[in-house]
């Protein structure tokens, strides 16, 4: 009954299904590397910071649906080298910065935000105006900055949907033949005067610092035109960029599902047989604990658990082992049972070999290739449990999952407002992960099963 | 170390017993200290008010020093009144509580109601238990009846196309979480295809005549998704039913005696493949019961698992102990009818 490291190989390479599950699992390390090595560890804190995600645009397509679409979507602009001009008049002391992007898709930009650190002294006159292709020229916002005595850094946004900014543009409805009192900014600066359509070509965006007596400075100056697209897998409610996210998620969900498993079976290994070869009264008592403990719903504890001890990620790993070893004890229990019958087992008992010794270095070892079939089939279930866990809101806040993703795909109802690509992709990574090892698992479970039917 | 059937449903008895009373232990002693914490609060607060309230018993003490010591008396003493200045674990303080438990007087609900106002946590669960019973029961059936009928097909045709069909698509369809099977649906049926609402709860009010019809076009998304996403691992396990008794040898004999392949499979061997199919429909509803949780969160469906799930988020914790139980009730029943129907029919299970 013994099992050779290339016997078992051997097999297992004639089994297609069992290679295609090595091949998903592959690529999935493969993934789990490319986040760990490119993306820092320290960022992780960032995925529940919204300040972090400013720049990003708000719910926009992935990338390549433009390969799809006749009409062009805007990609995701961040425009960083403006011209630089500065002069005085008297006191007056001018800087100005001008973004010239020539806009030449098809869509208006989902919005568009203007980033801005301004050193100064006093109270500086910040105003932003904009000159149209067809010449025309709005002026979008003149705010003042805060009164400041000696010189200060100022770290500020002007966005789009600022209020003072719609009153500005609106103020220009003698210039358009249609309404716009009911239209977004962009979708009025980037506007043909004719009809509600986008009108291409250069636009020059200039920003403007007027201060009195001394000399003030943009020493960062980003003009940000929001896309409607943006990378590989687009970007969520929250302006998270869902890439980074799934990335993330991969060596989490193989964290947790291969920890989990392994724990599991180990766990319920060593009780089964223990209870197995002790029999008797011992064997009894730990398997009506065991009973006990396979007929509680699990669902409603482990969120009972979450809810009151906590919801680390380590912490849920150690709830789901808590209801994973059950299943695994009752096999390797009867297994242990009738491996304790067999000659050389009894034969080392009456030589006087202790029990652990027996249990370990006679009987475990003979049950390692169930459990290592066992560990692959406990890896999906695993999975979905703490995605579902994270779905109800009671994950890790501070990892971000595949199940935490679509929790909050669920909060800002992403499904009935069609933004698939922030409910599909988590979807199907967590499919795939578990299919991955069913199938492993399933090749396994060939090998293993008819030797032990003997 | 064959029992006789009453003995063997008696222990599957006490063990359920245990397992109910376990889950409850457990429960009371997770939620228990949280739940004297805020029960303190509460009491602290309305002694406040009760005594500040009170003008003429306020006006007959000298000094702010004197009212603070009546009214910190008065907590005390109402604390102890109630039981809070003892643990949870003070014996005949968890003797009540489980007592209470167990005759289903769960007490008020912090924050949530039921629909008609009443914030008695029997009465809220009570409202949500048949909406919640009437969608997964009729979600269970249709798909024990699909996946029989289709298991019994492809196991009559093993290796053809309708039987790898079926093993792909249940193998598949069993790696995606349900919850997110809905969601897709709300995209698909709700966003792209305007055809049933995003949101499970019927928008009109329960005492309108038509709410009965509109709860049950508003069950129809998640009834879908249920169904789609169950009857294929169904269907599988009643394929390797019937692949395993068409090996047996009294199929066998009845081919060799001339019977007709179809009336193999849809008389003898279906009959033959009754009991596991019988216990694992009992374990399916209630397997079902605790994926009901998500499931109804996903739909906005308004039965027990949103109940819960609203519990959660407001940390509303006499709800959370009546539902876990009678989750937990639900459970074991059906464990317990699945164990039981089992052992009748197979008494080689009754072993010790």
Redesign the interface.
Known sequence: MSFSSKEVWHEFSKNKIGLAGIGILVILFAMSAVAVLTIPIESFKEWNDPSSWLTFPKSALPAWVNYFLSEKMPEHMILQNPQVASQNVGDIFLTSNIFVVNYSYDKFPSDFIYEYTAKYAGSPLLQIWVTRPDGKEFQLISTSLPQSKIETSYHGFIFSTDDSMMKNIRKNKDSFMFPIDSLLAQDIVFSKTGQNNVLNGYYFFKVNLYNVNSKSNLETSKFILGGKVYGLMGTDELRRNLTVGLLWGTPLALFIGITVAIGSVVIGLVYGVFAGYKGKKTDESLMRFNDIIYAMPALPLLIILAVTIGNSIFLIVGFLVLFGWVGIAKVSRSMALQIKTFQYVEASKIMGQKDYKIIFKHIIPQLLPYAFASIAISVPAAITTEAGLSFLGLGDPTFPTWGQILHDANTYGAAARGLWWWILPPGIMIAVTGLAFVFIGHAMDVIVNPRLKR | MKMSFKRFVIKRAV??F??LM??LL??IA??GS?MDAILNQSVAIDVQKQVTDDKHLVSTFKNPQDLEAYIENQKQKRIAALGLDKPWYYPPKLGLSMYKILTLDFGHAKFLTSDTGSSDVKDIILEKMPRTILLFTTATLIISLIGIFLGALSGSKINSKLDKMTSTFA??SS???V???G??M??VF???YQIFP??ATPLIPVTDPGYIGSLLYHMALPLITLVLIGFGSWAYLVRNFIVGIMQEDFVTAKRAAGISEKKIIYTHALKNAAPPIITVLALSLSGSL??A??TE??FDWPGMGRL??EA??V?DLPV?IG??YV??AF??VS?FLADVLYGYFDPRVRKG
């Open positions: 063990t359920m245990g397992v376990a889950t457990i429960t997770l939620v949280n193998i598949i790696s995606f979480p919850w997110w099977i969601m897709l709300i995209f709700a966003f792209v995003a949101r605790g994926g949780i998500i969160a996903v819960y799930y959660i988020n940390l959370i539902e876990t989750l937990t459970f074991l464990i």
